[in-house]
């Protein structure tokens, strides 16, 4: 999806930075999400290094850390662009015209679902459903919920000339 | 003089947080002693933001409120809609599980307290699991996660197992779109969902809980951790819960972005931090679930509803309600629908009612077309079914499912055979891959509906066939219900797949 846009240089974490940022969670029952989330937090996606160190604090095979991470859409290879717009495609939000809404966003940053745009700034992912569905269009930036939105609602969130 | 501003997504979504914080600078301006208390919504979503202010003769509202309104809402100039309690909306409800909600500041558990909060746990610390259990299968709860099993019978399958270890797991992964009642409680009312789940783990011998909660909902993992603190700190929590001499704690634990671990087995297994592929039933969760023990496995709502069933009693619940769905449904109305929002009433209210009387018809104002409910496994219903009384079994009957008590509403202008093909996709997408009918059905409906699309004569008779094969062999809810919109649309909505043929012909 991302053919267009070179992912920027992914930090790689050495070992012991990894197993510091995941020890706090050892005592949980089922703690490999929230491990996974952790680290995503922090190098803002799960690096590739991360999989052995899971792999070896938990006493799972590599091939099943792998499988998990890959497993969830939550969980990225590469980090994203410096914002993450993510854009309801669901059927409440289809119903108010959800769907040109979304496809005017793309093509304004011109990019793809799953793309980011060539400058690094942002990255546009779809999401099924925000809870916001009595007012949508609905879309959330960095965590921030908005309604009822259209493109030139999102252009002007993003600071980019309509 | 106090003045009530949502911290509610919805209403931040439209707005809240500019407004209150207008509000606040606004005050301090004119130095006037304002005290701003962030509440939950009451559920008029297309009045969010909805400011109340009470300056001494109750909480009258006024919404939607803009930033630029506030000078003259703290002048009095600005029209207001009344008492927030005698609107027709809230007049015509019946909010049992919902009656704090939107009313209360949403962290303060005094104010909980004051309003009803913690009685419900305290007769159950009085009584005995068997009685708790019954109080339960009593009220006529059934799963409003949208299975509607009985949830008394759930509990006590895991009151009576035999286990060093049982669990109390909320399904909090509210995934379908048109539904958002699990997070309008979680945010505006956390303790009813706390105090319901440890009233659960006294009933069934349970010590641990966990709430899986959808990463999609960063407002409601905030709301619902601190409410998770302040409990603790308070002793709702922790080893004694209430000076009870019985244990109960719990954790909130954040999905990751997969529709399909709103499937309770494949929520157990993200919860173990697997892969959120779907078990095979039996084991039953209630008899081997997180972890391999005992577990509970249950709808935010349905906890969220167990507090007042023991404040009030078993019976005052059991007496609302239609036939075999007692109590009340949480009716979410969205979509393109004029006054959308959360709707509590008692089963019963027909589909047309809660459309066109409840909702206003279209916020389009074109003439609806069709409403799709519970959710993207749900059927699309036409108009002609608005008789249909909302209910477990009525639906049923008329080939729909209530599901989660969510309404998506669409007017003339939508097209079914793309809904059909957005369904198909949909499963495709979110599909874990265990079972065949969904990984590679939802693939071959998307290519089907596409045929059909084109011109293909022989294909509405392919795609019937395939979702038979989907509802009759797939392991759980997403391939097995996934058929439910598609061949809605195919058979209640046949123009919109013959234009398609006509056109391409």
């Not at chain 2, 500041?105 to 009584?127: T, V």
């Not at chain 2, 996660?145 to 270890?165: E, H, L, M, N, Y």
């Not at chain 2, 996934?482 to 046949?494: D, G, I, K, N, R």
């Amino acid at each position: 999806m991302l053919e267009h846009a070179p992912a920027p240089a992914a930090p790689s974490p050495a070992a012991e930075e990894i197993r510091d940022v995941v020890r706090p969670f050892m005592g949980l029952e089922g703690p490999l999400l929230p491990m996974l989330h952790a680290i995503q937090e922090v190098w803002g996606h799960v690096p590739q290094a991360a999989v052995p160190v899971l792999a070896d604090l938990l006493n799972l095979g590599r091939a099943e850390v792998h499988g998990v991470i890959s497993f969830y859409h939550d969980f990225r290879d590469h980090p994203a662009g410096k914002r993450v717009l993510k854009i309801c495609r669901a059927e409440a939000c289809q119903a108010v015209g959800g769907t040109g809404v979304a496809q005017a966003v793309l093509d304004r940053l011109g990019v793809d679902w799953h793309g980011t745009t060539p400058d690094g700034a942002v990255t546009v992912e779809p999401v099924y459903c925000l809870g916001l569905c009595a007012c949508g269009p609905a879309a959330m930036l960095d965590g921030r919920v908005i309604g009822r939105i259209d493109a030139d609602r999102i252009a002007a969130e993003l600071g980019v000339s309509a | 003089m106090k003045i009530w501003v949502p911290m509610d997504s919805a209403a931040k979504a439209l707005g809240a947080d500019d407004v209150a914080r207008a509000i606040a600078r606004e005050a301090a301006v004119r130095g006037l002693d304002v005290q701003i208390i962030r509440n939950g919504t009451r559920g008029m979503i297309w009045l969010e933001p909805l400011v109340e202010v009470d300056a001494g003769e109750g909480r009258i509202g006024y919404g939607a409120v803009t930033p630029a309104d506030v000078p003259a809402l703290l002048d009095g100039r600005l029209n207001s809609l009344g008492p927030v309690d005698m609107l027709d909306w809230m007049r015509r409800q019946t909010r049992l599980t919902f009656a704090r909600c939107g009313v209360i500041d949403p962290l303060d558990l005094d104010d909980y307290q004051a309003h009803g909060g913690l009685a419900g746990l305290r007769r159950a610390i009085a009584m005995s699991q068997a009685e708790i259990v019954k109080e339960v299968f009593d009220s006529g709860l059934r799963g409003r996660g949208g299975a509607g099993f009985p949830t008394g019978i759930k509990w006590r399958t895991v009151s009576d197992a035999v286990a060093d270890q049982k669990y109390i797991v909320c399904n909090a992964d509210e995934g379908d779109s048109g539904t958002f009642a699990d997070r309008m409680i979680m945010e505006g009312d956390p303790f009813t969902l706390i105090e319901g789940m440890a009233i659960a783990g006294l009933g069934v011998g349970a010590t641990r809980g966990y709430v899986y909660l959808r990463s999609e909902y960063p407002d409601a993992i905030r709301v619902m951790e601190a409410a998770v603190v302040i409990a603790r700190q308070r002793g709702m929590l922790g080893p004694d819960v209430l000076g009870s001499g019985r244990a109960f704690d719990m954790q909130i634990r954040t999905g990751a972005g997969a529709y399909v671990c709103g499937e309770e087995t494949s929520l157990l297994n993200s919860l173990e931090g697997k892969r959120g592929t779907v078990r095979a039933k039996p084991p039953l969760p209630a008899l081997e679930g997180f972890m391999g023990k005992p577990t509970v496995v249950n709808n935010v709502i349905s906890l969220a509803t167990v507090p007042v069933i023991f404040e009030k009693g078993a019976q005052h619940y059991a007496d609302f309600g239609l036939g075999r769905s007692r109590g009340t449904v949480t009716l979410q109305i969205a979509g393109n629908v004029r006054h959308g929002g959360l709707f509590e009433t008692a089963f019963g209210m027909t589909l047309g009612e809660v459309v066109n009387d409840i909702g206003g018809g279209t916020l389009s104002g074109h003439p609806v077309k069709a409403v799709q409910v519970g959710g993207p496994l749900g059927a699309y219903m036409p108009v002609s079914k608005f008789d249909t009384p909302m209910g477990y079994e009525e639906f049923d009957q008329k080939g729909g499912l209530i599901g989660h008590a969510g309404l998506v509403v669409f007017d003339d202008t939508a097209d079914m055979l793309q809904m059909a093909r957005f369904a198909m996709e949909f499963c495709a997408v979110e599909s874990c891959g265990k079972c065949t009918p969904c990984r590679i059905g939802a693939v071959r409906g998307v290519e089907t509906i596409d045929r059909i699309a084109n011109g293909d004569p022989g294909a509405a008779a392919l795609l019937t066939d395939l979702c038979e094969t989907m509802k009759d062999g797939s392991l759980c809810a997403l391939g097995g219900f996934t058929p439910y919109p598609v061949m809605s649309a195919l058979t209640q909505f046949p123009d919109d797949f013959a234009t398609h043929k006509e056109a391409a012909e």
